[in-house]
């Protein structure tokens, strides 16, 4: 049984930096890359950036692209999301994701439908 779950959200001011971590279980967690996705309210949820399995590359949603990062920790089975630079529109519920299919790339790899577990969500919200 594979679990997420995210932690470290919050209530930030525009211009705060908020890292968000991603505990991972249930199956090897180094052979799957691992994505965020968020979901605004009233909005559909979107694509924010993915990692590959062991951490070299990275690939970011135009909108937050220069401003969050992605990392991970192998050998803790932890996915991080680094938020820098926040403004209003990044508020969401933010989901990190795992891989459906081992060792891929980070290419294409924007749809929901390219992952097969997800968290439960962590609130971030920034006011102005």
């Known amino acids: 049984q594979v679990q997420l779950m995210e932690s470290g959200g919050g209530l930030v001011q525009a211009g705060d930096s908020l890292t968000l971590s991603c505990a991972a279980s249930?199956?090897?967690?180094?052979?799957?890359?691992m994505g965020w996705f968020r979901q605004a309210p009233g909005k559909e949820r979107e694509f924010v950036g993915v990692?590959?399995?062991?951490?070299?590359?990275?690939e970011f949603a135009d909108s937050v692209k220069g401003r969050f990062s992605i990392s991970r920790d192998n050998a803790k089975n932890t996915l991080y999301l680094q938020m820098n630079s926040l403004k209003p529109e990044d508020t969401a519920v933010y989901y990190c994701?795992?891989?459906?299919?081992?060792?891929?790339?980070?290419?294409?790899?924007?749809?929901?439908?390219?992952?097969?577990?997800w968290g439960q969500g962590t609130q971030v919200t920034v006011s102005s």
């Open positions: 249930g199956r090897t967690f180094s052979r799957y890359a």
């Open positions: 994701a795992s891989a459906r299919w081992p060792l891929t790339t980070v290419y294409n790899m924007d749809a929901s439908s390219f992952y097969d577990h």
């Open positions: 990692i590959d399995y062991n951490g070299e590359t990275a």
